[in-house]
């Protein structure tokens, strides 16, 4: 990790009319903007670990974070993929003040980093800010409540199925038509709660049947209604 000072002016984020921070007044802003530290991680690099305690604020500029959590066997629960214009890390700004997981780069990131100290300064004298951040709060933590329930219920093939749809709709495609997300064998496993063996067979089989196409990491959806129906549940 590297901290470095890069001409990032929040007031020039594409990210903040669409952000919590849109609550906030040009002094708040000019706030964050003298007190902020700009960090680049490189691809694999950690930017904090489940139960370190919470030192700020983690703005994605750039770049995709893993979020997830070690399990008592040592196998690895990915809870989510972040992007750019997300926020990561704040859950225990307003809980108890560690992380509950950790955050990995999936390819080279930039992260706006705000110091826990600005943001409980802004929550005390901005209450729509507060509410905003509240929201997003639990509007992840109920997301997260459906991704669990809602992969419990379907098989195996089926979650795979939804998860590399979600990926495809939530990251969107390259001008290759890919998946704009790459992950690891074993990383989608760690997303679906499925072995990497199974995933494994599962890719191979539906590119057999030209359901998918693959590029090593490389994802590409050549059928998609095919694929829905295997996550409904329905042979393709």
């Keep these: 990790m590297e901290e470095h000072q890069l001409p990032i002016n929040c ?35 950690i930017l904090f670990n489940e139960g370190e305690s919470v030192k700020g604020l983690h703005c994605l500029e750039m770049g995709k974070v893993k979020l997830y959590k070690t399990l008592e066997d040592g196998n690895v629960q990915i809870l989510r993929i972040s992007a750019s214009g997300e926020l990561i890390g704040y859950r225990g700004l307003l809980g108890n003040g560690i992380y ?19 943001i409980h300064q802004l929550l005390a004298i901005n209450a729509n800010f507060s509410l905003r951040l509240m929201a997003k709060f639990a509007s992840d933590l109920s997301e997260a409540e459906e991704k669990s329930i ?34 690891t064998r074993q990383e989608l496993g760690a997303y679906t ?44």
């Design 150 to 183: 809602f992969f419990v219920q379907k098989s195996s093939k089926e979650r795979l199925a939804e998860a590399i749809l979600m990926l495809e709709s939530t990251f969107g495609v390259n001008k290759d038509q890919y998946i704009q997300l790459n992950l």
């Design 100 to 118: 509950i997981a950790s955050a990995e780069a999936l390819e080279d990131v930039n992260v706006c980093f705000i110091p826990k100290l600005i």
């Design 11 to 45: 007031f020039d984020c594409k990210h903040l009319t669409d952000s919590v921070f849109c609550a906030l007044k040009s002094e708040e802003i000019d706030l964050i903007n003298t007190h902020k530290i700009i960090k680049f991680y490189k691809k694999g690099d």
């Design 193 to 236: 709660g499925l072995a990497t063996e199974t995933i494994i067979r599962a890719l191979k089989n539906w590119e057999d049947l030209a359901i998918l196409q693959l590029n090593k990491k490389k994802i590409r959806v050549l059928d998609r209604e095919k694929l829905k129906a295997i996550s409904n549940g329905n042979k393709p």
